[in-house]
Nanobody, 121 residues
């Protein structure tokens, strides 16, 4: 089970940090990532953290503004979002899978319930 939290309302240029806590099984040696879905749009990949916790992957739209990190001991992955824009408004979902390609392509085996991020202009 994945539990996402940390969403909220923020002004453009502000920051938020999302957290995803995994429970119910051991999420060791899996890739964890974040997706988002804006109203009327398809779900899109945001960022992923490799199973080693070292390699990171980002969508072009968030590179340089968002940072993904993780605490494997706590089975938690974080998404630090800086310089937020109104276009970042979406429901953010965390995901986990043993395959990096599955995470990036949106075919993860495990999904969290989503947390809403609203960025006002």
């Amino acid at each position: 089970q994945l539990q996402a939290s940390g969403g909220g309302l923020v002004q453009a240029g502000g920051s938020l940090r999302l957290s995803c806590a995994a429970s119910g099984r051991t999420f060791i040696s899996v890739v964890m990532g974040w997706f988002r879905q804006a109203p009327g749009k398809e779900r899109e990949f945001v960022a992923a953290l490799g199973w080693s916790g070292i390699h990171t992957y980002y969508a072009d739209s968030v590179k340089g503004r968002f940072t993904i990190s993780g605490d494997r001991a706590k089975n938690t992955v974080l998404l630090q979002m800086n310089s937020l824009k109104p276009d970042d408004t979406a429901v953010y979902y965390c995901a986990a899978d043993s395959s990096l390609s599955n995470v990036i392509s949106g075919r993860s085996a495990y999904w969290g319930q989503g947390t809403l991020v609203t960025v006002s202009s």
